[in-house]
């Protein structure tokens, strides 16, 4: 789940680093982006929970926009 400005209750922030390409590095962003750091490199911050198995599912809504209070 995207993190844009805090963590909802019962969920842990998280992040993925990448160390991108040093020469010929074009990186480009754009549109609604999580919180993060995006130039040379990429930090994407995001909110995670971990109480149940990763290999459970479960439901979220397909037909429209929603977000977790």
Avoid at 15 to 35: F, Q, R, T, V
Wanted: charge should be negative; charged fraction near 15%; proline fraction near 7%.
């Amino acid at each position: 789940m995207f993190l844009i400005f805090v963590v909802t209750v019962g969920f842990l922030k998280g992040w993925l680093y990448w160390n991108d390409e040093d020469m010929s590095n074009a990186n480009d962003h754009g549109g609604y982006l999580p919180d993060g750091v995006y130039n040379e490199n990429t930090k994407v911050e995001y909110c995670c929970r971990n109480d149940s198995l990763p290999t459970i599912p479960i439901s979220l809504p397909t037909e429209s926009q929603f977000y977790l209070p």
